[in-house]
């Protein structure tokens, strides 16, 4: 297309924008508007991709972290033929593929859910990472983000990295148009602000007129002959560009515009452009997935091992079987055991420092690419990141996460390292996966089975020893439990995860020498909860007693209540949890002070026994 013809895509997605937002009665045209320019360039000029193929291997991949601009996207897939005008209207109508905020659940394009701002340059980092060290073919990444969004620390979270990745295979597009939400951005039009930043982070950066087709032309030339570097394209433009009585006017985010037709006449009117995107390259398929068996590491019973070193082990041994598998870690590996993988494996291995966003991103990214994606830290750490998590799920993203050092079970490192709040976190993630092993082999055989599993899954891993409980053999069903001890006369039951496993375990032990068989479950799949097992429990001995190192908040407890929620009697339940704050403390002081210890366990059956007696 020639200047006037990118000028006028550039209208027409404009008033496409202004037409939607219209027919909803909702949106954000406003922010659409200023960027409209920069869309027009990028579609007809610079984006190889084949909309009737959006798995090419060769496709350029295109974010929109100002995800509340979605009218652009949509307007930007009409004028390329993907969608029609009809199906332009349904925006943010029940059942339209067309989304308030765009997400690959709905549309096939879409690489990545936004909308929680801050969040596509740290995924678009992630997608350009696996096309640089994994995928090796020359897509592009183009990322536009508004400036706003700029305030997030995610967004230099992903700035350092790409920078220190020297992904060249990499575009933001920040659109600077000044307005936030409530009035002005912290550095409004200043784009020498932001170019420091940047170029702080090793960044190549080009400060440009938003609105001049040619200067955002050159501008996208020269990140792409740019070498070794990401490019930071800055433009500057204005909100509500083209329309008099909205243009850079406070007080009117998120909102139609007044008079929708009055603003499309002065637009110039509908129009019909179409745009003929470059077709991507030829590239070679993905990755194939090897379809070994995984030899798993096998650990003989009474054998004593932490399950975060089964962890990294199975990874290992699973990275072996399948080269799909990619470790990521947040310079903590020799801790959560991923250095195993990192070993053997090193070119699937990616080190995100102490950055769990951007590590919980680069995982979303690398998902979105097809591969299969083990990402660890501490589990407390991964707090941080939850709201990545959160959007993972929108996403449908696959993800695994694996924490480890959870609970008060660590020791003398105190509660700033304890991770007491995952469970509940995780268990809270749309069709996430929770998994709480509480031996060597059992955590080999889950590790393996994440890599086939939908949607969001977490295992939470320990630091110290544990005894092996289970033969290399046993098969651990997601979804199932295991009933550890049982008989007729079982007058309560048990139900543990994890490092509680052995504490139970040993309280029944006690409180059988006392007379009072109890049963135990180790109920190492969190969600989804085995409730068929848990219900038989609750009939056969009338009461549940349930034990972990977590706080009685959404873990354990509330997971076995899950069993419940179908309207039936729900059976008398009593819950030992960590309740106080802990401090210092050697792993056996802090589960005894914790009251999840064996004895603790073994004082709380006796009483409940006792109560039984008396009722």
Same mark, same amino acid.
């Given at each position: 297309?020639?200047?006037?013809?990118?000028?006028?895509?550039?209208?027409?997605?404009?008033?496409?924008?202004? *037409?939607?937002?219209?027919? =909803?009665? /909702?949106?954000?045209?406003?922010?659409? &508007?200023? !960027? %409209?320019?920069? &869309?027009?360039?990028?579609?007809?000029?610079?984006?190889?991709?084949?909309?009737?193929?959006?798995?090419?291997? #060769?496709?350029?991949?295109?974010?929109?972290?100002?995800?509340?601009?979605?009218?652009?996207?949509?307007?930007?897939?009409?004028a390329a033929g993907a969608i029609d005008d009809e199906e332009l209207l349904t925006f943010r109508k029940l059942g339209s593929r067309l989304e308030g905020h765009p997400t690959p659940q709905r549309l096939p394009w879409v690489?990545?859910?936004?909308?929680?701002?801050?969040?596509? +340059?740290?995924?678009?980092?992630?997608?350009?990472?696996?096309?640089?060290?994994?995928? *090796?073919?020359?897509?592009?990444?183009?990322?536009?983000? #508004?400036?706003?969004?700029?305030?997030?620390? /995610?967004?230099?979270?992903?700035?350092? =990295?790409?920078?220190?990745?020297?992904?060249?295979?990499?575009? @933001?597009?920040?659109?600077?148009?000044?307005?936030?939400?409530?009035?002005?951005?912290?550095?409004?039009?200043?784009?020498?602000?932001? !170019?420091?930043?940047?170029?702080?982070?090793?960044?190549?950066?080009?400060?440009?007129?938003?609105?001049?087709?040619?200067?955002?032309?050159?501008?996208?030339?020269?990140?792409?002959?740019?070498?070794?570097? $990401?490019?930071?394209?800055?433009?500057?433009? +204005?909100?509500?560009?083209?329309?008099?009585?909205?243009?850079?006017?406070?007080? +009117?985010?998120?909102? $139609?515009?007044?008079?929708?037709?009055? !603003?499309?006449?002065?637009?110039?009117? $509908?129009?019909?452009?179409?745009v003929r995107v470059h077709e991507p390259p030829a590239a070679r398929v993905l990755h194939a997935v090897e379809s070994r068996s995984a030899e798993l590491p096998r650990w003989d019973k009474g054998e004593k091992a932490a399950t975060r070193d089964a962890y990294g082990k199975a990874l290992a041994a699973l990275g072996t079987a399948r080269d799909d598998v990619v470790a990521l870690d947040g310079e903590v590996g020799d801790s959560t055991r991923a250095e195993f993988f990192a070993k053997e494996h090193p070119d699937r291995y990616v080190e995100c420092y102490i950055?769990?966003?951007? &590590?919980? =991103?680069?995982?979303?990214?690398?998902?979105?690419?097809?591969?299969?994606?083990?990402?660890?830290?501490? @589990?407390?750490?991964?707090?941080?990141?939850y709201d990545f998590v959160r959007m993972a799920a929108v996403s449908g993203s696959g993800i695994n996460l694996v924490g480890s050092h959870a609970g008060v079970a660590i020791g003398q490192d105190g509660p700033s390292q304890m991770g007491l709040e995952d469970l509940a976190m995780m268990r809270a993630v749309h069709g996430s996966t929770v998994l709480y092993p509480c031996d060597a082999n059992q955590t080999a055989r889950l590790v393996a089975a994440m890599a086939d599993l939908d949607g969001i899954r977490y295992l939470r891993t320990s630091r110290g020893g544990s005894e092996v409980i289970y033969g290399p053999d046993e098969e651990f069903p997601i979804g199932g439990s295991?009933?550890? *001890?049982?008989?007729?006369?079982?007058?309560?039951?048990?139900?543990? =995860?994890?490092?509680?496993?052995?504490?139970?375990? @040993? %309280?029944?032990?006690?409180?059988? *020498?006392?007379?009072?068989?109890?049963?135990?479950?180790?109920?190492?799949?969190?969600? $989804?909860?085995?409730?068929?097992?848990?219900?038989?429990?609750?009939?056969?001995?009338?009461?549940?007693?349930?034990?972990?190192?977590?706080?009685?908040?959404?873990?354990?407890?509330?997971?076995?209540?899950?069993a419940f929620g179908d309207g039936r009697p729900v059976p008398r339940l009593v819950r030992l949890a960590v309740r106080t704050m802990p401090g210092s403390a050697s792993p056996e002081e802090q589960l005894r002070a914790a009251g999840i210890d064996a004895e603790s366990i073994t004082a709380a059956g006796r009483l409940l026994a006792e109560e039984a007696v008396v009722a």
């Open positions: 297309m020639n200047t006037g013809e990118l000028v006028e895509l550039g209208q027409q997605l404009r008033v496409d924008s202004v *037409r939607a937002a219209a027919a =909803a009665g /909702s949106g954000h045209p406003t922010s659409s &508007m200023s !960027a %409209a320019d920069l &869309m027009a360039v990028l579609l007809a000029h610079h984006l190889r991709y084949d909309f009737a193929r959006p798995a090419h291997p #060769g496709n350029d991949r295109f974010v929109l972290s100002k995800g509340h601009a979605s009218p652009l996207l949509y307007a930007a897939y009409k690489e990545t859910a936004t909308g929680s701002l801050g969040q596509g +340059l740290p995924v678009g980092v992630g997608i350009a990472l696996a096309g640089k060290r994994l995928d *090796r073919t020359g897509y592009r990444v183009w990322v536009l983000c #508004g400036d706003s969004e700029l305030a997030e620390g /995610s967004v230099w979270e992903a700035a350092e =990295a790409a920078g220190f990745e020297n992904l060249d295979n990499l575009v @933001a597009i920040v659109d600077v148009n000044r307005l936030g939400q409530r009035g002005p951005t912290r550095h409004g039009h200043d784009l020498d602000a932001y !170019a420091r930043r940047f170029q702080a982070f090793g960044w190549h950066t080009v400060e440009v007129d938003g609105h001049d087709v040619d200067a955002v032309d050159r501008a996208y030339g020269e990140a792409l002959s740019t070498r070794g570097q $990401p490019t930071a394209i800055l433009a500057r433009t +204005l909100k509500g560009k083209g329309v008099g009585g909205v243009e850079d006017r406070e007080g +009117l985010h998120g909102k $139609p515009l007044p008079d929708a037709d009055e !603003a499309i006449a002065e637009l110039g009117g $509908p129009r019909d452009l179409r950055a769990e966003q951007q &590590m919980v =991103a680069t995982a979303v990214g690398i998902a979105a690419r097809g591969w299969v994606p083990y990402a660890s830290t501490f @589990a407390a750490f991964l707090t941080r990141a295991k009933v550890l *001890r049982s008989s007729a006369q079982d007058r309560m039951t048990l139900v543990a =995860a994890g490092v509680t496993v052995p504490e139970a375990l @040993a %309280a029944a032990d006690a409180l059988g *020498r006392e007379g009072i068989p109890v049963r135990v479950i180790d109920l190492y799949s969190v969600k $989804p909860v085995d409730r068929a097992t848990l219900r038989q429990a609750a009939e056969e001995t009338g009461c549940l007693l349930t034990v972990e190192d977590h706080r009685e908040e959404g873990g354990l407890g509330d997971a076995v209540l899950d």
